[in-house]
């Protein structure tokens, strides 16, 4: 059962499984006793919520989030959001707000998004934790399998899209729309609910504009143009441009969908 906590100006959500149930995301410091409202108006016991799983670490998605973890919530990361705990701590010192609990590193449980679907099992949920960098490189999407939910925080809505061809966000989208999704659940945007032509569209789209995307990267390292050249004639992205041109250069006679297929492969 998937429940919508609106108290903040950041769409929280609550994901309960057979056996257990997790919080995606949290709002701004200051907005614990809301949270504790929203909760108690859907009988709902914070303690008995087993893992906050966050989509990054800026103010507005973690600002309660030791606060929750101080009421026996477990705070659930990816590895990729190791280093990221603390990007929002300066940002809450310098408002000066006395809300705000720095979280306790110790108390975090990291997973990699690989072994997720084993975290979230636990729990009766059956889903992952997609790594999904482009807002931030920490970045991370919840997705659910029987609902086909994607819970996808501050990823640019499917809406820009088209704005982001050759980005980390418009790759990260092509692997989220791989899953064939039916809701997409955002962390300020409306609730977008697709159909499979919707989907079939927006994938069709955006894997033929990075085909055609990295074929012209291609053709200007063939040039012998350098980075700063084919990101100023391309626009696009300069760390798709880095991997695009390590794949070409070091795998001979790769073809243009072998070097979309093994920067796949790498994750991003």
Not at 243 to 250: C, G, I
Request: with cysteine; proline share 3%.
């Amino acid at each position: 059962m998937i429940t919508e906590l609106k108290y903040s100006k950041t769409n929280t959500y609550l994901i309960q499984g057979e056996r257990g149930s997790l919080m995606f995301d949290t709002g701004w410091a200051g907005t614990f006793p809301m949270l504790c409202k929203a909760l108690g108006e859907k009988g709902i016991r914070l303690g008995d919520i087993d893992y906050l799983l966050i989509s990054h670490y800026h103010p507005d998605h973690m600002g309660i989030a030791q606060e929750i973890a101080d009421a026996g919530v477990k705070i659930l990361a990816a590895e990729q959001q190791r280093d990221h705990l603390h990007d929002a701590d300066g940002v809450f010192e310098k408002e000066k707000n006395r809300d705000f609990i720095p979280i306790r590193d110790s108390e975090v449980e990291f997973t990699d998004p690989s072994r997720s679907r084993g975290v979230l099992r636990k729990l009766g949920i059956d889903g992952e934790i997609v790594h999904t960098p482009g807002h931030t490189e920490d970045s991370i999407s919840l997705w659910l399998e029987s609902e086909r939910a994607l819970f996808v925080g501050d990823l640019n809505p499917l809406y820009e899209l088209e704005m982001h061809r050759g980005t980390a966000i418009a790759q990260s989208w092509g692997r989220l729309l791989r899953l064939s999704p039916r809701v997409v659940y955002y962390g300020h945007a409306r609730t977008a609910v697709l159909d499979g032509r919707d989907v079939k569209a927006l994938q069709e789209s955006n894997d033929s504009d990075t085909y055609a995307l990295v074929k012209r990267i291609v053709k200007l390292i063939d040039k012998g143009c350098y980075a700063e050249e084919i990101q100023q004639k391309t626009g696009a992205d300069p760390v798709f441009i880095g991997d695009v041109t390590r794949m070409y250069l070091t795998h001979p006679n790769v073809s243009v969908q072998g070097i979309l297929d093994r920067i796949e492969i790498k994750g991003r």
